[in-house]
Nanobody, 120 residues
Framework: QVQLVESGGGLVQPGGSLRLSCAASGSIFSINIMAWYRQAPGKERELVAVISSGGITNYVDSVKGRFTISRDNAKNTVYLQMNSLKPEDTAVYHC??????????????WGKGTQVTVSS
């Protein structure tokens, strides 16, 4: 089995910054795409940012220029640096990893999430 554990959430004022981390552990042969999603109360889960194993990134328009996704393949960890935070960024942030536990068998795993609240 594979576990994803997020950390780094919290309460921050508008304009502030937070850095989220998500570490994968368990039976891992390789990790392909890693991503951050978020879900605000009463809304559907939204893809925020994604990064390939080679470092190619993509972002939802609402966070472009403010958020940066990165990963440390040696540590099986993905990060989300969030700057210039806005109240509308308030949500539970979940990481997702597409993991091969053996060659040719890929499964998506999810973390339980970390709360980010942007409020004055």
């Amino acid at each position: 089995q594979v576990q994803l554990v997020e950390s780094g959430g919290g309460l921050v004022q508008p304009g502030g910054s937070l850095r989220l981390s998500c570490a994968a552990s368990g039976s891992i042969f390789s990790i392909n795409i890693m991503a951050w999603y978020r879900q605000a109360p009463g809304k559907e889960r939204e893809l925020v940012a994604v990064i390939s194993s080679g470092g190619i990134t993509n972002y939802v328009d609402s966070v472009k220029g403010r958020f940066t996704i990165s990963r440390d393949n040696a540590k099986n960890t993905v990060y989300l640096q969030m700057n210039s935070l806005k109240p509308e960024d308030t949500a539970v942030y979940h990481c997702q990893a597409n993991v091969a536990q053996k060659p040719g068998v890929n499964i998506n795993f999810w973390g339980k999430g970390t709360q980010v609240t942007v409020s004055s």
